[in-house]
């Protein structure tokens, strides 16, 4: 994660067959542990343990039997060596928010400054001279962890922080958290049950169970390479695929995005029941031959796989830890630089916050950002949402590609209801474009709508029967090319799509490549075959710089943005699969303005990018 240390090897805690007990049994049993300097989350299920190694920890409680070894460095002047925030969150009745903050913070001289920034961080301005009972628990959960901050301690133990906050500002709260750690190589140990957050934030994982360890490592290799299902299912789904070659009795333990359900006549699976989670599907199976139920989690993902139908399961060749290790993708190429990053989340809608799948940006830097809560949201060239409003209908599925056109109108790719849809700059409904089907002027799942200088427009579809087809600006059908398979001018998924000086560039996704048309459908070339090839995986958008001709590409599977000359050639990459700032989780698409600002829709991780040069 972020922490560095230049003792990274130091050891904060050495733990030696610990135990606890109390009244109602055992709390923590014959505990061997190493608690390194960074970041270390503890997770466990509710009576796992979590508490109690803490308790342990800062010295609240002593263990049965066993040691407790201590070493963390010495503190500067005269701050802390340690603070605690225990799940009670600990404040004082008597001393108002601001008065919590100035009692524990050691930097005299700067003291008002930091209190300040620290209580507008989080949000507690207006509550600066109330007292803990007159908080609301959001509240009082963010002044326990502002008040921790507040001490400049050189080690954090946070018990379940901020559990009592609104997820709408939970990433700006630990991004703070965050940046504060790092500028004073601050290690951190926290509890906490949500696996996104262990993700996003730590290095260091500790999973409980009943008073026992069930893993203790990297956060990176308990995703990539869990050692078992139960361990595994602490940093969420995975499935237990039997592999060829392998022994029946020890299936390889696989990711949602590392495999891929296909429609298969001959099929040894039969779905049973589907369940669309957002950002991956639930599907459950019975497998013929032996009558077995058996449960698969699966992304990319559309809602589309029906009960009865026969399916069968292929794992993706690039079996790389791609979330967390930055995919194994790599390729030489320069770093991308930018000289700033910001990033926000979409509004939410009531205690959810959706995440942004597409966007554009209009002839005045105004951005457009499809949501998955079926909304169009509009951003000035400030970056303040200025308008919004929603799909005719979005109950079934979400849309996945706007285009602003040179009318003024908005055409969004309503995909799944087989449509394109055209707005007004209000959000009127003009009309509407297709309806389910392989005939001309249909669709299944469209997913791209761009327009060239004369006024035409391309819209691209998946659903095996993949294509791109083009219609002039009235709506009238005029031809199509593409079709689903994996030689040159066939798609597996076509996703992003631009028109550039008479051609249109295509992201291919699960073929891994961008292919290139004219604009009269003629196949032209696999954009950098004669420069030596691009590594991709799955590409799921591409925009151009409109001043300099190059290509930005945004790789769904490997987190991160891909730069290209028009030939193919490798400008430059930026970014990796991650939670942190400069990292990606499944992004959806990208776009580029005037001023070459480069805004990523930044799926996983439930934010709007924004890359400045």
Request: include cysteine; charge should be negative; proline fraction near 6%.
């Amino acid at each position: 994660m972020v922490v560095s240390s230049p003792e990274s090897d130091v050891l904060l805690w050495r733990l030696d067959q610990v135990s606890l007990s109390w009244p109602g049994g055992v709390r923590l049993a014959g505990i061997d542990l190493d608690i390194p300097t960074g970041i270390t989350a503890i997770m466990g299920y509710s009576g796992a343990g979590k508490t109690s190694l803490l308790n342990l920890l800062v010295g609240y409680e002593s263990p049965d039997t066993g040691s407790i070894q201590g070493n963390q460095a010495e503190p500067d002047s005269e701050s802390l060596n340690l603070f605690w925030v225990p799940h009670t969150m600990g404040l004082w009745p008597q001393y108002t928010v601001r008065e919590h903050l100035s009692l524990v913070s050691p930097e005299a001289q700067t003291q008002q400054v930091v209190i300040e920034e620290l209580i507008s961080a989080f949000g507690l301005t207006e509550v600066s001279a109330k007292y803990p009972g007159q908080l609301s628990q959001g509240e009082a959960s963010r002044l326990s962890v502002a008040r921790a901050l507040a001490s400049q301690a050189k080690v954090l133990v946070m018990d379940e922080p901020l559990v009592h906050v609104d997820q709408a500002h939970w990433p700006a709260y630990w991004d703070y958290i965050r940046q504060h750690c790092e500028s004073r190589q601050i290690s951190l140990i926290f509890s906490t049950h949500a696996p996104e957050l262990v993700l996003r934030e730590a290095q260091q994982v500790i999973c409980l169970d009943q008073g026992e360890i069930v893993y203790n490592g990297p956060v990176a290799e308990l995703y990539c390479s869990p050692p078992t299902v139960k361990a595994a299912s602490y940093l969420g789904p995975v499935n237990e695929v039997s592999v060829e070659g392998r022994d029946a009795d020890s299936p390889q333990l696989v990711r949602p995005e590392q495999v891929e359900l296909i429609l298969d006549e001959t099929g040894p699976y039969v779905v049973q029941q589907t369940h669309f989670l957002g950002t991956m599907e639930e599907v459950r199976t019975v497998y013929q031959e032996t009558g077995v139920d058996q449960t698969f989690f699966h992304r990319p993902v559309q809602p589309r796989l029906e009960v009865g139908k026969r399916i069968s399961v292929r794992l993706l060749i690039l079996f790389c830890c791609l979330w967390l290790c930055g995919g194994c993708i790599t390729g030489e190429a320069p770093e991308l630089s930018f000289s700033e990053i910001t990033q926000w989340p979409v509004p939410a809608e009531g205690i959810k916050v959706p995440a942004p799948r597409s966007l554009n940006v209009g002839p005045d830097d105004e951005l457009y950002v499809l949501d998955n809560a079926g909304r169009v949201l509009v951003y000035d060239a400030n970056d303040q949402l200025v308008k919004q409003w929603e799909m005719p209908d979005f109950d079934v599925g979400k849309p996945e590609g706007v285009c602003l056109l040179r009318n003024g109108e908005i055409a969004v790719a309503d995909t799944h209801y087989h449509r394109v849809v055209f707005f007004d700059k209000q959000g009127k409904v003009l009309r509407m474009l297709g309806e389910f089907g392989e005939g001309p002027s249909q669709f299944i799942y469209p997913v791209s709508v761009v327009q060239d200088p004369d006024g035409d427009i391309y819209v691209c579809e998946y659903g095996n029967h993949d294509r791109v087809q083009k219609f002039s600006e009235t709506g009238e059908y005029l031809l199509e090319f593409g079709k689903v398979g994996t030689g040159p001018g066939e798609f597996q998924r076509p996703a992003g799509m631009i028109w550039h000086d008479g051609k249109i560039y295509v992201s291919d996704a699960i073929n891994n490549r961008i292919q290139v048309f004219s604009d009269e459908g003629e196949f032209l070339e696999i954009l950098g075959a004669k420069t030596g090839g691009i590594p991709l995986y799955y590409p799921y958008d591409i925009a151009i710089d409109r001043n300099t001709s190059e290509l930005y590409i945004v790789e769904y599977g490997s987190g991160r943005i891909t730069k290209t000359d028009l030939q193919g050639n490798i400008l430059g990459r930026f970014g990796k699969t991650g939670m942190q700032q400069g990292e990606f989780l499944t992004p959806w698409g990208l776009t580029v303005n005037s001023k070459d600002q480069v805004f990523v829709a930044d799926t996983g991780n439930r934010l709007i990018v924004k890359l400045i040069p």
